[in-house]
């Protein structure tokens, strides 16, 4: 049999109704990515689906297609709940979901909505009383709903688990499987995750019905669109120093500078903005305004940089963000292949910088055992480091935190900075 990607070379190929066709090209979507080739027809079969993709893939678009696809049939069953449910685990995501809804639904008369936390809850609970056909959630939110009487599934045709990894990861386990219960027993299930292991099987296996697997690209594989590069840091002013290099010499669109504190977030794009780099912060501490302000000012371009902790790993989708830059590296391997997806995306390239002090060498080398791939050692001239890169591997488990008092300097902050572009669906 013929693989996916000969076959459907278009998205008029996948038998789309016209009308998604429309919105498709409106976007600029050329040709469907290999993701939305093997997923979409599958799921427009009906089948149960559990799906692996790196980000910048056109996952959301996989899922959201089918989705709108079967929207634009009549319902089944009378009522007012949703058909389609779409559960994430960020309110970030689920605001990316829902402005891929609002795009590739766009000359349909389909209603959507999102149920999050950090909103007011009164609109929520008007928007849960009114015909709905498309409902985007996070599962802590949507429970409250629930337990107060205020969500119909009794038409609900259509689960998908976005970032279902993460979403488990964050314990909501109990909460996915007691919303999936809530649901009729003949719904179509669509699971995508970067990884299939550990609760993420319990899931499959309890909600999913003889689902088909299909993996595009594992956490592993190589970003094939990203330029990546480190260099290192004797001490915290001297990441300071390379930050603001990086910055300047990268300079271009927007950038995305990660940091492992949230107080280190604030401080470091002040830090910046005292530099001249027009900067804000992105945390979990900030109100659900004070985050889609932040957004908004990257996107609108009003910012060069945005200072984040892990909330921006996945599920920010910004235009013209080039370059990433880790001025802390993550504790996990895992996520600082979800950092660095935030450029590089849709078919477009993107720099990630890796900033190492002394304590990061350990977290350096699981992450580089994890891809398989060496990042380049660079060095910035009047700016080299004064000691040589330690000779050992780290042998010490995924959990463990180097640090302490030492020669190092301080352990937290965090600058970023701006150069190539990005799109995806």
């Given at each position: 049999?013929?693989?996916?990607?000969?076959?459907?070379?278009?998205?008029?190929?996948?038998?789309?109704?016209?009308?998604?066709?429309?919105?498709?090209?409106?976007?600029?979507?050329?040709?469907?990515?290999?993701?939305?080739?093997?997923?979409?027809?599958?799921?427009?079969?009906?089948?149960?689906?559990?799906?692996?993709?790196?980000?910048?893939?056109?996952?959301?678009?996989?899922?959201?297609?089918?989705?709108?696809?079967?929207?634009?049939?009549?319902?089944?069953?009378?009522?007012?709940?949703?058909?389609?449910?779409?559960?994430?685990?960020?309110?970030?995501?689920?605001?990316?979901?829902?402005?891929?809804?609002?795009?590739?639904?766009?000359?349909?008369?389909?209603?959507?909505?999102?149920?999050?936390?950090?909103?007011?809850?009164?609109?929520?609970?008007?928007?849960?009383?009114?015909?709905?056909?498309?409902?985007?959630?996070?599962?802590?939110?949507?429970?409250?709903?629930?337990?107060?009487?205020?969500?119909?599934?009794s038409r609900l045709e259509l689960l998908v688990l976005d970032e279902a990894d993460r979403m488990l990861d964050m314990g909501f386990v109990d909460a996915v499987e007691r919303i999936a219960a809530a649901t009729p027993n003949d719904r179509q299930t669509l699971l995508f995750s970067a990884t299939f292991e550990g609760s993420v099987q319990r899931v499959v296996?309890?909600?999913?019905?003889?689902?088909?697997?299909?993996?595009?690209?594992?956490?592993?594989?190589?970003?094939?669109?990203?330029?990546?590069?480190?260099?290192?840091?004797?001490?915290?002013?001297?990441?300071?120093?390379?930050?603001?290099?990086?910055?300047?010499?990268?300079?271009?669109?927007?950038?995305?500078?990660?940091?492992?504190?949230?107080?280190?977030?604030?401080?470091?794009?002040?830090?910046?903005?005292?530099?001249?780099?027009?900067?804000?912060?992105?945390?979990?501490?900030?109100?659900?305004?004070?985050?889609?302000?932040?957004?908004?000012?990257?996107?609108?371009?009003?910012?060069?940089?945005?200072?984040?902790?892990?909330?921006?790993a996945r599920g920010l989708d910004i235009r013209g963000l080039s370059l990433v830059v880790n001025f802390d590296l993550p504790n996990s391997p895992e996520d600082y292949v979800h950092r660095i997806g935030r450029t590089g995306r849709g078919g477009d390239l993107g720099t990630a910088v890796s900033l190492i002090g002394r304590q990061d060498w350990p977290k350096?080398?699981?992450?580089?055992?994890?891809?398989?791939?060496?990042?380049?050692?660079?060095?910035?001239?009047?700016?080299?480091?004064?000691?040589?890169?330690?000779?050992?591997?780290?042998?010490?488990?995924?959990?463990?935190?180097?640090?302490?008092?030492?020669?190092?300097?301080?352990?937290?902050?965090?600058?970023?900075?701006?150069?190539?572009?990005?799109?995806?669906?």
């Amino acid at each position: 049999m013929p693989a996916a990607e000969d076959i459907y070379l278009s998205f008029e190929q996948l038998a789309l109704n016209p009308t998604l066709l429309r919105a498709i090209e409106r976007c600029g979507f050329k040709t469907p990515s290999e993701i939305q080739r093997q997923a979409i027809p599958l799921a427009l079969e009906g089948r149960d689906l559990m799906a692996s993709a790196q980000t910048g893939t056109g996952k959301t678009a996989a899922f959201v297609l089918p989705a709108l696809e079967r929207l634009l049939t009549p319902a089944a069953k009378g009522g007012i709940g949703p058909r389609v449910l779409v559960l994430t685990p960020t309110r970030e995501l689920a605001t990316q979901v829902s402005e891929a809804i609002a795009s590739l639904g766009h000359f349909t008369r389909l209603s959507s909505g999102a149920v999050v936390g950090g909103m007011p809850y009164p609109p929520q609970q008007k928007l849960l009383r009114q015909p709905l056909d498309l409902l985007v959630a996070t599962p802590g939110r949507l429970m409250d709903h629930m337990e107060r009487g205020r969500v119909d599934f009794s038409r609900l045709e259509l689960l998908v688990l976005d970032e279902a990894d993460r979403m488990l990861d964050m314990g909501f386990v109990d909460a996915v499987e007691r919303i999936a219960a809530a649901t009729p027993n003949d719904r179509q299930t669509l699971l995508f995750s970067a990884t299939f292991e550990g609760s993420v099987q319990r899931v499959v296996k309890r909600l999913l019905k003889d689902p088909v697997r299909v993996e595009i690209d594992q956490v592993t594989t190589r970003h094939e669109s990203i330029t990546q590069r480190l260099h290192q840091a004797d001490h915290f002013d001297h990441k300071q120093e390379l930050l603001d290099r990086v910055l300047r010499d990268d300079s271009g669109e927007q950038a995305l500078v990660f940091t492992s504190t949230k107080k280190g977030a604030d401080v470091l794009a002040q830090q910046l903005r005292e530099r001249g780099h027009r900067s804000t912060s992105l945390h979990g501490d900030m109100s659900q305004h004070e985050r889609r302000r932040s957004v908004e000012k990257l996107r609108n371009r009003r910012v060069q940089v945005m200072v984040a902790t892990d909330v921006a790993a996945r599920g920010l989708d910004i235009r013209g963000l080039s370059l990433v830059v880790n001025f802390d590296l993550p504790n996990s391997p895992e996520d600082y292949v979800h950092r660095i997806g935030r450029t590089g995306r849709g078919g477009d390239l993107g720099t990630a910088v890796s900033l190492i002090g002394r304590q990061d060498w350990p977290k350096l080398s699981r992450i580089e055992r994890l891809t398989g791939q060496k990042i380049e050692r660079a060095v910035i001239s009047g700016l080299e480091p004064r000691y040589p890169e330690p000779r050992y591997q780290d042998a010490r488990p995924t959990g463990h935190r180097p640090g302490g008092k030492g020669r190092g300097g301080p352990r937290r902050g965090g600058p970023g900075a701006g150069r190539r572009r990005s799109l995806s669906a």
